[in-house]
């Protein structure tokens, strides 16, 4: 079977003498039905001329970022867009500094930022380069950031060093390319969330509840899944289809989800409270229908249990998540619960605004870290919800190393 029937790949190649591999990693690819096309730094042409990559990949070679016929042909942000992954081999010392550091000299390293398909490098140079705290930071940061790091080599250098830095076998590289493409972001992730509203009886026909129609958890719950994750989904009432691959626990009060949260977090990666919990609930449930009679009554509430605050009070506490709907000063409070309790990220929305509130179809947050904020534009709550995702896992993988 051809595990990359039909992927398009870029395959970038910089400055370096691993470059002359490049060609027979493009035929490899190819071999598993991918379809290549090549991008060339200048560097690259220095070692391998772009004719050579043209006859193998069957397309031409795109070199400059600048050049009018080769962007009326396929501009490079068609190309970025054109690209399921992009697979920097050899990555130089200094192409990997440039992207980095967000440059965008060049067609490469525009590319690479123009992208939304995974990146993957693979670093090849010299052992001392290799080992230079600046090369090793400059890759931990992309890593960190979303870029699959292959790592190299070890042996004999061009140079006549041994040691890390040689580029691998074209097969080593194929299977990356596989890796990637098969990978969701979040694969593999064990995630237990909350969602929707919860209902606090107050006799047999009368509960206290709230808006919440659930829409945005569940909508995450499913694009967590379709990025590979496991969700567990522990939803108040609501009129919502499971989404596809959830495992989906139904509870009606504050209390009853505490319950199921603490049954299935001890296993869980990453915790989401997206549930409108209520914060108070009757203090006595009466058995029988109360009745109504001349006077006023009032019923007396207790403060239920935070649930999002349990978790994150956990000594093995998984990467934690909450919700703030705010009607004021959204940002400063959402920022205050953060802290309060101990989450490890907070997203916050403006429920007062009726576009965005919380019966409606469209949302738009902040996502708010101990050291970041991050503004998501309105958008309808599935959209929002996957965006969601992709800006989650770099920050969840920070703290979770596969
Ligand atoms: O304090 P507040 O209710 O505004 O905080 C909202 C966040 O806390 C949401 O993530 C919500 O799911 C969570 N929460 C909880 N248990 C409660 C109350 C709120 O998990 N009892």
Wanted: aromatic share 4%; hydrophobic share 45%; charged share 20%.
């Amino acid at each position: 079977m051809q595990q990359l029937y039909k992927k398009q790949i870029i395959v970038g190649i910089s400055g370096g003498i691993a470059a002359y591999k490049s060609a027979d990693l493009v035929r490899r690819l190819q071999d598993q039905g991918a379809i290549v096309r090549v991008v060339m730094t200048s560097g690259a042409q220095a070692f391998i001329t772009p004719l050579t990559l043209q006859a193998l990949s069957g397309f031409p070679v795109h070199t400059d970022l600048l050049d009018t016929d080769a962007e009326a042909a396929m501009g490079h942000i068609e190309l970025a867009r054109w690209a399921d992954l992009v697979l920097i081999a050899p990555a130089s010392a200094n192409t990997i500094a440039r992207l980095c550091h967000g440059a965008a000299d060049d067609l490469l390293t525009t590319l690479c930022l123009a992208t939304k398909a995974p990146v993957a490098i693979s670093p090849a140079m010299n052992q001392a380069m290799w080992h230079n705290p600046n090369t090793q930071a400059n890759l931990d940061t992309l890593r960190q950031r979303g870029t699959v790091v292959i790592a190299p080599g070890v042996g004999s250098q061009a140079c006549g060093d041994v040691g890390p830095g040689r580029m691998p076998d074209s097969e080593v590289l194929v299977d990356a390319a596989i890796a990637c493409l098969s990978r969701g972001s979040m694969q593999g992730v064990r995630v237990v969330m909350t969602a929707g509203p919860t209902r606090e009886a107050i006799d047999p026909v009368r509960y206290i509840s709230n808006h919440s129609s659930g829409k945005m958890g569940f909508a995450l719950a499913e694009k967590l899944a379709e990025a590979g994750a496991h969700v567990t989904l522990i939803s108040g009432p609501v009129s919502l289809d499971t989404p596809a691959r959830v495992d989906r626990v139904n509870v009606v009060s504050a209390a009853d989800m505490l319950d199921a949260v603490q049954q299935h977090i001890d296993s869980c990666d990453l915790f989401i409270a997206a549930a409108a919990v209520a914060d108070y609930t009757p203090a006595q449930v009466a058995n029988k229908k109360m009745k109504k009679g001349d006077d006023d009554m009032s019923i007396a509430l207790v403060k239920t249990t935070d649930i999002v605050a349990t978790v994150a009070a956990l000594s093995n506490k998984p990467f934690t998540v909450g919700f703030a709907a705010e009607t004021n000063d959204v940002v400063a409070y959402a920022r205050g619960k953060l802290q309060r309790k101990g989450l490890d990220m907070i997203i916050a929305n403006d429920v007062s605004d009726s576009r965005i509130g919380f019966n409606s179809d469209d949302n738009a947050v902040t996502v708010i870290t101990a050291d970041a904020e991050t503004h998501i534009e309105q958008l309808p709550k599935r959209a929002l919800a996957a965006a969601l995702v992709e800006h989650i896992a770099p920050l969840f993988w920070r703290t979770h190393n596969p």
